[in-house]
Nanobody
Framework: QVQLVESGGGLVQAGESLRLSCAAS????????MSWYRQAPGKQRELVAT???????NYADSVKGRFTISRDNAKNMVELQMNNLKPEDTAVYYC?????????WGQGTQVTVTS
């Protein structure tokens, strides 16, 4: 059974940092591309950052320079370090694993940034 379990969300003030984690099980983690998405109330889910199996990463323009995605293949884990958070970063953050025709989502973790 595939499971992606996010953690690390919370309530912070603008300018502060959070580190999200996603623990994966039931998949061959090393071959999967891992991504973080977010969905704010009333908005569509959007891609935040992706890290491929080989380590290449890519970011949405809105988070470049503030967020860093990383993966630990030994621990089957992907993380998102979020610095200098802004109120517009408030959303539910989801972890996604993708490989060819296979994709899996986590349940999400809430991040709320107050001004």
């Amino acid at each position: 059974q595939v499971q992606l379990v996010e953690s690390g969300g919370g309530l912070v003030q603008a300018g502060e940092s959070l580190r999200l984690s996603c623990a994966a099980s039931g998949i061959t983690f090393t071959v999967f591309g891992m991504s973080w998405y977010r969905q704010a109330p009333g908005k569509q889910r959007e891609l935040v950052a992706t890290i491929l199996s080989g380590g290449f990463s890519n970011y949405a323009d809105s988070v470049k320079g503030r967020f860093t995605i990383s993966r630990d293949n030994a621990k089957n884990m992907v993380e998102l370090q979020m610095n200098n958070l802004k109120p517009e970063d408030t959303a539910v953050y989801y972890c996604k694993a993708e490989f060819r025709l296979y994709s899996y989502w986590g349940q999400g973790t809430q991040v709320t940034v107050t001004s």
